[in-house]
């Protein structure tokens, strides 16, 4: 009883355990490297052949460039969401008695602060969850060490920016 206590002890203290659970610093991969069969999120996402590594990295590819459209979505918010409220309000302007228009009141213009609504935050806070989890699993993918993960995820980055980059957006204020 008392021998295999020690060798528990032992082998946390080495810091393997038998369930797997635990490796030590030396087992752990610290370089980056070549492999077709690393998995990606879960054990049950590991390529087993050289197509399933290439959709593997064409998904990240593709998710690379969905977090690049998210971050040029942000970017824009408050212009496509003044926008969109400025369609709203000339739609309730047109049905509105003539006397009455003077009272409604005009989107926030340069240098005025925008006043705080739920729809808006709500909605802006959506889209930073979404971008933080897509971001999320686009750095878990890197911290594989698979070069070819990095090089997808980077590929899609500069794909995403390349097609994306100067599509969403407000108006240029410099």
């Known amino acids: 009883m008392a021998t295999s206590t020690a060798s528990s002890t032992n082998s946390m203290t080495n810091g393997t355990m038998h369930s ?9 991969m610290m370089v980056f490297f070549t492999s077709t069969g690393t998995p990606l999120y879960s054990n049950a996402w590991t390529p087993t052949s050289t197509g399933q590594y290439a959709g593997t990295c064409i998904f ?21 969401w003044d926008r ?18 003077e009272d409604v009141a005009a989107p926030p213009t340069a240098g005025q602060r925008r ?34 993960y990095f090089m997808a995820v980077l590929g899609g980055v500069f794909l995403g920016s390349f097609i994306l980059g100067g599509r969403v957006g407000g108006p240029v204020t410099h």
Do not use: H
């Open 20 to 28: 797997g659970m635990m490796m030590s610093m030396s087992e752990m």
């Open 60 to 80: 990240l590819i593709v998710l690379a460039v969905v977090m690049r459209g998210l971050i040029a979505l942000r970017c824009s918010f408050e212009y496509l």
């Open 84 to 101: 969109s409220a400025g369609k709203q309000n000339v739609d309730a302007l047109r049905r509105m008695p003539t006397n009455v228009k």
């Open 115 to 148: 006043p705080w609504r739920v729809n808006e935050a709500a909605a802006r806070a959506c889209l930073d969850v979404v971008l933080a989890g897509v971001s999320y699993l686009l750095m878990l993918a890197v911290m594989t060490m698979n070069v070819g």
